[in-house]
């Protein structure tokens, strides 16, 4: 094999087959007194099975990874979601097909995949590791094991979710979306109150599905952005294709931008914009009649390909960068302007969740220094100034970074950011403290092996974990 045509950056898409629990990290530099508690990674960290090699970055085995923080202690644990597909998997010493970028045998569906990498969020002590498919798999927050997979019983009958779902911590609610192949076609939207009574709010309906990753709730709306990448909703049924592949990009379809009314689920208003590939939303509250909606928004959907596993070769580039983007929907006019923030391209936007559903101007991101490249520094930019400040390191690939305020009454964005970083110069990683206001850091701590790139990060304060 030719070494030349290897990117440095392939570390990050190497499998990692060590597992550790609570390994103690050596650390340089102090950990901040008021910074407790555990951040959570997850990701795909296992590309090969037996013979085989998976075809996309994101039909990887899930990973979870935990960094426990505690006055200078800082421990590592990792371990593989044992879903039922890596079971499977392991027992047949295969890969199974059905995955995301995979042609799907006829005895399965799309729900038999329930490698769920993509996502994992913290309700009390426990975890969640979520996918494309309505279902959650449940971990055990302080061992990392897997417990069970949970179908989502109200949303049995969809054919694939969105793994963000919503949280209004001030109500208590849990706000989903799926899709529905049924007639009507369309997203589901479900709230479970804080009793965990499930309903349907509405169903819009449809003709052709787009791929909707996440979505915005805010006081009294729901807003979902529906890019022009679609796919035919018998096409999602028929399993002919990987999940991917049913999925079309037509730009002249442009964007739409359904609002709902929380509570009733009343249709307000649909309305259209320029064509947009968005995977994750960032942060939106209201002003008066208007809606401000911040969201990461591509210019087409490359990314998706870009992270294909090519004949077994591990993603070269050219990888795209989502630009923060603000959409201000004015209800009143039935109207929305599509601009971008004065942010620095990246993904993995942050913001400081006290201020969710709130007027935020600071954004924390992960992007990369040249256009193409991996991510490779991390952001902390003003969205209303356009001012920058960045972390990056020589042969340093950070991942999704976690913000932890420094108190309940501090500032927006006052407190501390982790990320856990690959160093492919020393071939391993690191987990990285930067103080959030000035992005310099203060404490690394080294993990015993390389990680590979992650999916998304959340930190869970120790008065919640105990
Ligand atoms: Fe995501």
Redesign the pocket.
């Known amino acids: 094999m030719n070494t030349l045509s290897i990117p440095k950056w392939s570390l990050g898409f190497t499998s990692l087959h060590e597992e550790v629990s609570n390994a103690p990290l050596e650390l340089s530099g102090t950990i901040p007194e008021t910074l407790c508690g555990t951040m959570y990674q997850i990701g795909p960290a296992l590309f090969e099975m037996g013979p085989r090699t998976v075809g996309h970055w994101l039909d990887g085995f899930a990973m979870i990874s935990a960094v426990r923080v505690g006055g200078q202690d800082v421990t590592f644990s990792n371990r593989f979601l044992a879903s039922s597909w890596y079971r499977r998997a392991l027992i047949k010493d295969s890969l199974a097909a059905g995955g995301f970028d995979s042609p799907i045998p006829r005895h399965m569906n799309y729900r038999s995949s329930d490698n769920a990498n993509?996502?994992i969020i913290s309700r009390g002590h426990t975890l969640e590791a979520l996918g494309d498919m309505p279902q959650s798999v449940i971990v055990d927050a302080d061992t990392l094991t897997t417990r069970e997979t949970r179908p989502w019983k109200h949303l049995s009958h969809c054919l694939a979710s969105s793994?963000?779902p919503f949280f209004d911590e001030h109500t208590g609610e849990r706000f989903d979306l799926a899709l529905s192949a049924r007639d009507p076609s369309g997203y589901i939207i479900t709230v479970t109150d804080a009793e965990g009574v499930s309903r349907k709010l509405r169903t819009v309906a449809s003709s052709r599905l787009g791929y909707i990753?996440?979505f915005s709730v805010t006081a009294h709306w729901v807003v979902l952005v529906e890019g022009p990448f679609t796919a035919n909703p018998r096409s999602l049924r028929s399993r002919r294709r990987p999940y991917l592949h049913n999925y079309v990009w037509d730009a002249s379809r442009g964007t739409r931008i359904f609002v709902l009314d929380r509570k009733s689920g009343v249709l307000a208003t649909t309305l259209s914009t320029r064509p947009l590939f968005v995977?994750?939303h960032i942060n939106a509250w209201e002003e008066g009649e208007r809606l401000l909606v911040d969201i990461a928004a591509y210019a087409d959907p490359s990314i998706l390909d870009a992270l294909a596993f090519n004949h077994g070769k591990v993603p070269s580039g050219d990888f795209p960068a989502p630009l923060a983007t603000r959409l201000t929907i004015n209800l009143g006019t039935s109207s929305v302007v599509c601009l971008p923030l004065k942010c620095p391209p990246g993904e993995f936007w942050k913001v400081d969740s006290r201020f969710s559903m709130k007027p935020t101007t600071v954004l924390f991101s992960a992007g990369p220094l040249r256009t193409g490249r991996p991510i490779d520094r991390l952001c902390r930019s003003n969205s209303t100034t356009g001012e920058l400040i960045q972390w990056s390191g020589d042969n340093c690939y950070p991942g999704a970074p976690a913000f932890i305020a420094n108190s309940i009454e501090a500032p927006e964005g006052e407190g501390w950011l982790l990320s856990i970083v690959l160093d492919v110069a020393a071939k391993r990683s690191f987990v990285l403290v930067l103080d959030a206001e000035t992005l310099t850091e203060v404490a690394r701590a080294w993990l015993p092996h390389a990680l590979p790139f992650g999916?998304?990060t959340i930190f869970v304060p120790k008065e919640v974990t105990q």
């Open positions: 993509l996502n793994p963000h990753h996440s995977l994750h999916l998304h």
